[in-house]
T-cell receptor, first 114, second 118 residues
Protein backbone atom coordinates (compact mmCIF):
# COMPACT_ATOMS: atom_id res chain seq x y z
CA UNK A 1 0.00 0.00 0.00
CA UNK A 2 1.33 3.40 -0.96
CA UNK A 3 2.30 5.40 2.11
CA UNK A 4 3.49 8.58 0.40
CA UNK A 5 1.24 9.44 -2.50
CA UNK A 6 2.01 12.01 -5.13
CA UNK A 7 -0.44 13.34 -7.66
CA UNK A 8 -0.36 13.54 -10.51
CA UNK A 9 2.38 11.17 -11.69
CA UNK A 10 2.87 13.25 -14.83
CA UNK A 11 2.14 16.94 -15.18
CA UNK A 12 2.46 19.08 -18.26
CA UNK A 13 2.29 22.83 -17.97
CA UNK A 14 3.03 25.80 -20.14
CA UNK A 15 5.89 28.20 -19.68
CA UNK A 16 4.84 30.70 -17.02
CA UNK A 17 1.59 28.94 -16.08
CA UNK A 18 1.34 28.22 -12.34
CA UNK A 19 1.24 24.60 -11.34
CA UNK A 20 0.66 22.78 -8.06
CA UNK A 21 1.93 19.35 -7.17
CA UNK A 22 0.47 17.46 -4.25
CA UNK A 23 1.72 14.97 -1.73
CA UNK A 24 -0.17 13.07 0.92
CA UNK A 25 0.95 10.60 3.52
CA UNK A 26 -0.73 7.94 5.61
CA UNK A 27 2.17 7.57 8.02
CA UNK A 28 1.35 10.50 10.31
CA UNK A 29 4.97 11.62 10.01
CA UNK A 30 6.09 14.96 11.37
CA UNK A 31 8.43 15.86 8.55
CA UNK A 32 7.66 16.32 4.86
CA UNK A 33 10.26 17.14 2.22
CA UNK A 34 10.19 18.32 -1.37
CA UNK A 35 13.07 17.39 -3.65
CA UNK A 36 13.79 18.24 -7.26
CA UNK A 37 15.58 15.56 -9.26
CA UNK A 38 16.86 16.14 -12.75
CA UNK A 39 18.01 13.39 -15.04
CA UNK A 40 21.04 11.46 -13.77
CA UNK A 41 21.37 13.75 -10.75
CA UNK A 42 20.86 13.37 -7.03
CA UNK A 43 17.67 14.62 -5.40
CA UNK A 44 18.05 18.28 -4.47
CA UNK A 45 16.19 19.45 -1.39
CA UNK A 46 13.97 22.46 -2.01
CA UNK A 47 12.41 22.82 1.43
CA UNK A 48 10.83 20.83 4.21
CA UNK A 49 8.36 21.11 7.03
CA UNK A 50 9.01 19.87 10.52
CA UNK A 51 5.43 19.83 11.69
CA UNK A 52 4.35 23.39 10.88
CA UNK A 53 7.83 24.85 10.84
CA UNK A 54 8.95 25.66 7.32
CA UNK A 55 12.62 25.31 6.38
CA UNK A 56 13.66 26.76 3.05
CA UNK A 57 16.96 25.93 1.39
CA UNK A 58 19.04 29.03 0.71
CA UNK A 59 19.32 28.30 -3.01
CA UNK A 60 15.67 27.45 -3.63
CA UNK A 61 14.28 30.02 -6.08
CA UNK A 62 11.44 32.25 -4.94
CA UNK A 63 9.44 30.77 -7.78
CA UNK A 64 8.95 27.68 -5.61
CA UNK A 65 6.57 27.81 -2.68
CA UNK A 66 5.10 25.23 -0.38
CA UNK A 67 2.06 24.77 1.82
CA UNK A 68 1.25 22.25 4.47
CA UNK A 69 -2.36 22.73 5.54
CA UNK A 70 -2.33 19.67 7.82
CA UNK A 71 -0.17 16.73 8.82
CA UNK A 72 -1.18 14.60 5.86
CA UNK A 73 -0.83 16.97 2.94
CA UNK A 74 1.90 19.10 1.48
CA UNK A 75 1.85 21.08 -1.77
CA UNK A 76 4.53 22.41 -4.05
CA UNK A 77 3.56 25.52 -5.97
CA UNK A 78 5.61 26.69 -8.92
CA UNK A 79 4.42 30.21 -9.64
CA UNK A 80 5.95 30.73 -13.06
CA UNK A 81 7.52 27.54 -14.40
CA UNK A 82 10.45 27.91 -16.71
CA UNK A 83 11.96 25.34 -19.02
CA UNK A 84 14.65 24.69 -16.45
CA UNK A 85 12.05 23.57 -13.94
CA UNK A 86 11.23 20.45 -15.91
CA UNK A 87 12.23 17.64 -13.58
CA UNK A 88 10.99 14.87 -11.32
CA UNK A 89 9.64 16.24 -8.06
CA UNK A 90 9.86 13.88 -5.14
CA UNK A 91 8.04 14.16 -1.86
CA UNK A 92 9.38 12.35 1.17
CA UNK A 93 8.40 11.99 4.80
CA UNK A 94 10.10 10.98 8.01
CA UNK A 95 8.75 10.45 11.48
CA UNK A 96 11.33 12.70 13.05
CA UNK A 97 14.33 14.73 12.05
CA UNK A 98 16.68 13.55 9.32
CA UNK A 99 19.32 12.06 11.58
CA UNK A 100 16.83 9.99 13.53
CA UNK A 101 14.47 8.40 11.03
CA UNK A 102 14.56 7.19 7.48
CA UNK A 103 12.85 9.07 4.70
CA UNK A 104 10.12 7.43 2.69
CA UNK A 105 9.78 8.72 -0.83
CA UNK A 106 6.74 9.03 -3.00
CA UNK A 107 6.77 7.84 -6.60
CA UNK A 108 7.30 11.39 -7.81
CA UNK A 109 5.64 13.76 -10.24
CA UNK A 110 7.39 14.27 -13.53
CA UNK A 111 6.86 17.84 -14.66
CA UNK A 112 7.18 18.89 -18.26
CA UNK A 113 7.19 22.56 -19.26
CA UNK A 114 6.22 23.43 -22.81
CA UNK B 1 27.32 23.08 4.78
CA UNK B 2 27.77 19.37 4.26
CA UNK B 3 29.39 18.13 1.06
CA UNK B 4 29.13 14.49 0.04
CA UNK B 5 31.28 13.07 -2.73
CA UNK B 6 30.53 9.70 -4.28
CA UNK B 7 32.67 7.45 -6.48
CA UNK B 8 32.57 5.95 -8.98
CA UNK B 9 29.85 7.57 -11.04
CA UNK B 10 29.40 4.40 -13.06
CA UNK B 11 30.30 0.82 -12.21
CA UNK B 12 29.93 -2.36 -14.23
CA UNK B 13 30.32 -5.69 -12.49
CA UNK B 14 30.00 -9.27 -13.65
CA UNK B 15 27.10 -11.10 -12.11
CA UNK B 16 28.24 -12.85 -8.96
CA UNK B 17 31.12 -10.48 -8.32
CA UNK B 18 31.19 -7.80 -5.62
CA UNK B 19 30.55 -4.09 -6.03
CA UNK B 20 31.89 -1.32 -3.83
CA UNK B 21 30.76 2.31 -3.83
CA UNK B 22 32.54 4.91 -1.74
CA UNK B 23 31.46 8.22 -0.26
CA UNK B 24 33.21 10.94 1.68
CA UNK B 25 31.62 13.69 3.70
CA UNK B 26 32.86 16.97 5.06
CA UNK B 27 30.84 17.73 8.20
CA UNK B 28 32.27 15.88 11.18
CA UNK B 29 28.97 16.46 13.02
CA UNK B 30 27.07 14.23 10.58
CA UNK B 31 25.94 11.10 12.35
CA UNK B 32 23.55 9.23 10.07
CA UNK B 33 24.44 7.74 6.70
CA UNK B 34 21.74 6.05 4.59
CA UNK B 35 22.06 4.44 1.18
CA UNK B 36 19.25 4.63 -1.34
CA UNK B 37 18.66 2.55 -4.44
CA UNK B 38 16.76 4.09 -7.32
CA UNK B 39 15.67 1.99 -10.26
CA UNK B 40 14.88 3.70 -13.52
CA UNK B 41 11.72 5.78 -13.22
CA UNK B 42 11.09 4.75 -9.62
CA UNK B 43 11.38 6.29 -6.20
CA UNK B 44 14.56 6.13 -4.12
CA UNK B 45 14.31 3.35 -1.57
CA UNK B 46 16.41 2.91 1.53
CA UNK B 47 18.49 -0.25 1.37
CA UNK B 48 20.72 0.14 4.41
CA UNK B 49 21.85 2.81 6.83
CA UNK B 50 24.48 3.25 9.50
CA UNK B 51 24.92 5.54 12.47
CA UNK B 52 28.12 7.05 13.74
CA UNK B 53 28.34 4.80 16.78
CA UNK B 54 28.71 1.72 14.55
CA UNK B 55 31.58 0.82 12.24
CA UNK B 56 29.87 -1.79 10.08
CA UNK B 57 26.40 -3.09 9.38
CA UNK B 58 25.27 -6.04 7.27
CA UNK B 59 21.98 -7.10 5.78
CA UNK B 60 22.27 -10.27 3.71
CA UNK B 61 24.30 -9.38 0.61
CA UNK B 62 24.62 -5.71 1.51
CA UNK B 63 27.03 -4.16 3.97
CA UNK B 64 28.05 -0.64 4.87
CA UNK B 65 31.25 0.43 6.60
CA UNK B 66 31.94 3.77 8.25
CA UNK B 67 35.25 5.38 9.12
CA UNK B 68 34.45 8.48 11.15
CA UNK B 69 38.07 9.53 11.48
CA UNK B 70 38.56 9.59 7.75
CA UNK B 71 34.97 10.73 7.12
CA UNK B 72 34.18 8.10 4.58
CA UNK B 73 31.66 5.29 4.26
CA UNK B 74 31.22 2.55 1.70
CA UNK B 75 28.52 0.27 0.34
CA UNK B 76 29.45 -3.33 -0.40
CA UNK B 77 27.22 -5.63 -2.45
CA UNK B 78 28.32 -9.25 -2.68
CA UNK B 79 27.16 -11.95 -5.09
CA UNK B 80 25.63 -9.33 -7.35
CA UNK B 81 22.49 -10.14 -9.33
CA UNK B 82 20.92 -8.47 -12.36
CA UNK B 83 18.22 -6.92 -10.14
CA UNK B 84 20.96 -4.99 -8.34
CA UNK B 85 21.31 -2.81 -11.43
CA UNK B 86 20.20 0.69 -10.44
CA UNK B 87 21.50 4.07 -9.35
CA UNK B 88 22.74 4.15 -5.76
CA UNK B 89 22.90 7.31 -3.68
CA UNK B 90 24.71 7.77 -0.42
CA UNK B 91 23.66 10.52 1.95
CA UNK B 92 24.69 12.12 5.22
CA UNK B 93 22.56 13.89 7.76
CA UNK B 94 23.50 17.47 8.40
CA UNK B 95 22.54 18.28 11.93
CA UNK B 96 21.79 21.74 13.19
CA UNK B 97 22.80 23.02 16.58
CA UNK B 98 20.46 24.89 18.81
CA UNK B 99 16.86 24.27 19.62
CA UNK B 100 15.58 24.03 16.08
CA UNK B 101 16.66 20.47 15.45
CA UNK B 102 13.72 20.00 13.16
CA UNK B 103 15.57 21.55 10.26
CA UNK B 104 18.06 18.72 9.85
CA UNK B 105 18.36 17.41 6.34
CA UNK B 106 20.08 14.80 4.19
CA UNK B 107 22.76 15.75 1.72
CA UNK B 108 22.98 13.27 -1.13
CA UNK B 109 25.99 12.12 -3.09
CA UNK B 110 25.95 12.42 -6.86
CA UNK B 111 24.98 8.80 -7.42
CA UNK B 112 26.55 5.66 -8.88
CA UNK B 113 24.99 3.88 -11.81
CA UNK B 114 25.61 0.18 -11.18
CA UNK B 115 25.23 -2.25 -14.05
CA UNK B 116 25.38 -5.98 -13.45
CA UNK B 117 26.53 -7.86 -16.51
CA UNK B 118 24.89 -11.28 -16.84
Amino acid sequence: DAMVIQNPRYQVTQFGKPVTLSCSQTLNHNVMYWYQQKSSQAPKLLFHYYDKDFNNEADTPDNFQSRRPNTSFCFLDIRSPGLGDAAMYLCATSRDRASEDIQYFGAGTRLSVL
Amino acid sequence: GENVEQHPSTLSVQEGDSAVIKCTYSDSASNYFPWYKQELGKRPQLIIDIRSNVGEKKDQRIAVTLNKTAKHFSLHITETQPEDSAVYFCAASEGWEGSNFGNEKLTFGTGTRLTIIP
